[in-house]
């Protein structure tokens, strides 16, 4: 049965249903924002604030209220990027049925699109995240030890993310090793079934894995020795630390993690000083200065670093401190990543439509929204198609998530 009129509307909602069918990790985050965009081109604008929720200390040392100043924060997440794949169908392949145009045409086509958007989120999101679990040169559940699995999942509670919907994108090579290192430990037998006979654990400590081959790859900057300045202008809320440039210069990369020495983690509403130094990410840098994330908040409701004692850490404390970066310098580690539903944003808006209904279709299915766009070319008896797609994404919570390291790539 051959394609009539009704073919842009049949292929808009193909390629719509081949898209859901792709989705990994865009299926597993935070998509609730869609529909502050309005439905006819975004007319709030391409940026949406989207506010955190407020922080509080509590009060112990009186019975007299103490109102606390209350800066609301919030994130930016910005409609931003466009990706489209284009084709053309000559006149004797719009005679095909729709399975048949399906398998040659769309699914390849709506596959490939959703592949390069899921590689971009996830790799973005990836270096977002300043946790990571595991030890740079070990392999992963090396010898049947989860300890980094178990390590990224304590770290997303210390973070405070909630027990449901959490999920961990891994590649097929870390999937493997994972596989293999725990088949003779003490396990349900239905998942051990599942894993020899399948090749992958459906889901494990809590969380639902997904195995993704998109899983971001990092190369350590090329020169990982170095530590802050002996003026590192570090300050109470600041993203931001300087280098010493007097000796051997570091040059790192976004995406790089460390720490920095002297500088603990504590917990984000008693205070109370974790076991371990507080890791930052590189958004951005120079050899000079680093954009770093998270902020280095000394005290009050947002307080996110201590001493080792648990006492709050003066601007100095930050000088002249050595700086240690997570991997080998110019080293490449595949980074699978664990997180909680809400730790990411997804949005997808409206394209506009043209040259009327029967040239120009659009579907938004849960959170999704794709645009189909046909037109006729006289000269050569075909039609063109492209298939459409406006997204943007941010990284609400990274606190909620958490990267994992193994052998080097």
Not at 276 to 304: E, M
């Amino acid at each position: 049965m051959s394609n009539s009129f009704s073919t842009i509307t049949q292929i808009t909602n193909e390629s719509m249903r081949v898209a859901h069918a792709s989705l990994k990790f865009l299926g597993t985050v935070d998509r609730q924002y869609d529909d502050s965009f309005a439905k006819t081109g975004a007319k709030i604008g391409s940026t949406l604030r989207v506010r955190k929720p407020d922080e509080f200390t509590v009060s112990t040392s009186s019975r007299v209220m103490d109102l606390q100043e209350q800066a609301e924060g919030y994130e930016e997440l910005t409609l931003a990027t466009q990706y489209h794949v284009d084709m053309y169908m000559t006149s004797d392949e719009m005679t095909m049925s729709l399975d048949k145009l399906s398998e040659r045409k769309i699914q390849p086509a709506v596959k490939r699109l959703v592949s390069k958007v899921e590689s971009v989120v996830l790799q973005g999101c990836t270096k977002g995240v300043y946790n990571v679990g595991g030890t740079a040169g070990t392999a992963l559940a090396n010898s049947g030890d989860l300890a980094a699995f178990v390590n990224a999942r304590a770290r997303i509670n210390q973070g405070l993310a909630p027990m449901d919907n959490r999920y961990l994108q891994i590649d097929s090579v870390s999937m493997g090793a994972v596989v293999n290192g725990v088949k003779g430990l003490f396990a349900p037998q239905d998942k051990i079934g599942k894993a020899f006979n399948e090749g992958y654990y459906g889901r494990a400590i809590g969380t639902d894995w997904y195995e993704n081959d998109h899983v971001y790859t990092h190369t350590v900057g090329s020169d990982a020795t170095g530590s802050t300045d002996a003026s590192a202008a570090v300050t109470d809320g600041g993203t931001a630390v300087t280098l010493d440039s007097s000796g051997d210069t570091m040059s790192l990369l976004a995406g790089d993690v460390f720490t920095i020495a002297g500088v603990y983690a504590c917990h984000p509403e008693t205070k109370v000083v974790f076991p371990y130094l507080q890791q930052f990410t590189v958004v951005s840098g120079t050899t000079a200065i680093l954009s770093i994330s998270p902020g280095t908040y000394l005290t009050g409701a947002k307080q996110n670093v201590c001493s080792s004692t648990g006492a709050a850490l003066a601007t100095t404390d930050f000088n002249d401190k050595t700086i240690t970066v997570v991997g080998t310098a110019s080293s490449s580690y595949r980074q699978p990543l664990m997180y909680h539903k809400e730790a990411f944003a997804f949005v997808t808006a409206d394209l506009p439509l043209f040259a009327g209904a029967d040239k120009c279709a659009r579907l938004t299915e849960d959170g999704l929204s794709l645009r189909v766009w046909q037109d006729g070319d006289i000269i050569n008896d075909r039609m063109l198609l492209r298939i459409d797609m406006l997204f943007g994404y941010k990284v609400l919570r990274p606190a909620w998530a958490c990267r994992l390291i193994g052998s080097a790539a």
